[in-house]
Every structure is written in structure tokens, then in C-alpha cells.
């Protein structure tokens, strides 16, 4: 008996925290969520949230650098609801409200076992959300955080997932019609430039644009001028190095920790590379 009344206690408790979490995220909620398809868009409202089952996660969050309890909806559920089955030759690209963009192929999460959520509500907070340090701000990362379960919670998965924050669009296109914006078909590429290239789409592609595809959190870095047309390369390797040193509290974070000499010369390469192939249409 006392282990039936301690079960129901807990069930009772934690429905209580959906309730509280689920009230913080009503209060603090800014806008729909829209799912783009070709030439379809979809706007998801709160009334089609409220036609999906809430589920909770646990996860090891890379954002937070601590495990992590929220309450949201599975990203296939919401594909399901729409009418939207996965391929694993497209990219889903997440646009945040601050124009941050982060892209991860259909094909390698199919593969990898991992699994999207689309996180409404911070189960760790009785009211809102714990706030995140950008830059010179303390931030929201609702209404939507997306976040992933993975295989084994504290196990690193075998893919780069993106976990973009204050999420308000997710798009979905064909794998190669980005391609030859960021890398066109060209006789004159070398290892250098196909290594930067694989470089700056996997450090850099979420906040800057190149030739009009990319984030728009920083600034774009081809059109209509090429960023090595206005800055010399020992500049732009210590600035990509450490931001911090030349702007307090940047957004953008440094490199110096993950990124060699080599890889920077590579993604100068590369830009420099693409400063001979502007497309802006």
C-alpha cells in the first residue's frame, strides 16, 4: 500500500509539473511555428499543438552543459500531422528569430537512430524557462527548442546535431539545391578549398551567408563583395580565432580551441575561392 501511495504521489507530482511548465509556456509563448516545403508553408498555431501529444525528454544538453528535462512535442509527430514524410535525401534547415540557421541532413538522422524534439517548456524551472548567456544577454531559448534524443543520454552521438534555440521556422528541401550556391561545379577547386569548404559549412553556414545561402546572423561574406576584398587574412584568422579580443562579449565564438592554423587558412581559401564565383539570385 505504501508503494501504490508513494507511485501515485509521484505521478501526481509530475502531472503537476507538466501543468506549472505547460501554464510558463502558455504565458511566455511568441508565435507559431512554420514548417516550409518547396512551395508550401504551413504556419502551426496552438490549437494545432494542442491536437499533438505532449511528451517529456531527458537529455545531456551541449547548450547548458548539464542534463536537461523538457516537455514539447517529437518533431515526427508533427511531420505526421501535416502530412510530411521524412526522405532521407532532403536537409532540414531550423531558422531561429535572430536569423541563426542550422542544417543537418534527413539521411544521416534516419540513419543515426537519433530523434528530433521540438521542446515547449523547461521541466527543470517552475516558471519559464532557465535563461542562456548570448553574448551580451541573458536569454529565452522558447517558445521552441529543439533538442535530440539520442540512443544513449550521456553517450556522444555518431552525428553533429544542431540545437537551435528561440526556433520559429524549420524548412525542408532537396539535398543538392544549396549546393552549388555554397561549392559550384568548377575546374579550379583544390584540397585546400574542398577542405574549407567542409569546414565553413560545419562552423560557420548557421550565422553567415555566402552568395545569399546561410544564417543572417552575421554578416554575409560574398556579395556583393567578398570579405577578403575589405579584410587581409591575419586579421580575419585572429578575429575568427578570438572574437572577444576585438569586440567584448561577441556573439560569435572563437575558434583558437577547435579550429588549426590549417583549417583557418583552408576556410580563407575557400572564401577567396568563392569571391571568383558570386551568385546572388
Known amino acids: 500500500m505504501i508503494n501504490m501511495s508513494l507511485k501515485r504521489w509521484r505521478s501526481f507530482g509530475f502531472i503537476v509539473l507538466l501543468f506549472i511548465a505547460l501554464n510558463g509556456y502558455a504565458k511566455e509563448s511568441g508565435g507559431d511555428l512554420t514548417i516550409v516545403q518547396g512551395q ?5 498555431t496552438k490549437d494545432d499543438f494542442r491536437q499533438l501529444s505532449l ?33 532521407p535525401n532532403t536537409v532540414w534547415t531550423f531558422t531561429a528569430l535572430d536569423g541563426y540557421k542550422a542544417s543537418i541532413a534527413a539521411g544521416d538522422v534516419l540513419k543515426s537512430g537519433v530523434k528530433a524534439f521540438i521542446a515547449v517548456a523547461d521541466l527543470d524551472k517552475t516558471e519559464g524557462w532557465e535563461k542562456i548567456q548570448q553574448g551580451k544577454e541573458r536569454i ?26 528561440q526556433m520559429v521556422e524549420i524548412s525542408i528541401h532537396q539535398a543538392d539545391e ?12 583544390n584540397e585546400s578549398v574542398t577542405r574549407g569548404y567542409k569546414i565553413f ?38 578575429f575568427i580565432g578570438n572574437p572577444s579580443s576585438f569586440r ?13 592554423a590549417q583549417d583557418m587558412d583552408d576556410v580563407l581559401d575557400y572564401l577567396a575561392w568563392m569571391g571568383k564565383h558570386k551568385n546572388s539570385e
Open 140 to 165: 529565452s531559448p522558447g517558445p521552441y527548442y529543439l533538442v535530440w534524443q539520442t540512443p544513449l543520454v550521456d553517450v556522444t552521438p555518431p552525428i553533429k546535431l544542431p540545437w537551435p534555440y
Open 55 to 87: 511528451d517529456s525528454i531527458v537529455v545531456q544538453d551541449p547548450v547548458y552543459k548539464k542534463r536537461k528535462r523538457y516537455m514539447g512535442y517529437w518533431l515526427s509527430d508533427i511531420f505526421s500531422f501535416i502530412g510530411i514524410h521524412p526522405q
Open 40 to 44: 508550401t508553408k504551413r504556419v502551426i
Open 248 to 260: 567584448a562579449k561577441s556573439k560569435m565564438p572563437g575558434f583558437n580551441s577547435t579550429l588549426s
Open 201 to 238: 559549412k560545419q562552423n560557420c553556414l548557421a550565422c553567415h551567408s555566402l552568395n545569399l545561402e546561410g544564417g543572417v546572423v552575421g554578416p554575409e561574406l560574398n556579395v556583393p563583395k567578398n570579405i577578403l576584398e575589405y579584410e587581409d587574412r591575419k586579421f580575419l584568422k585572429e
Open 178 to 189: 544549396a549546393g552549388q550556391k555554397l561549392f559550384p561545379d568548377s575546374n579550379d577547386k
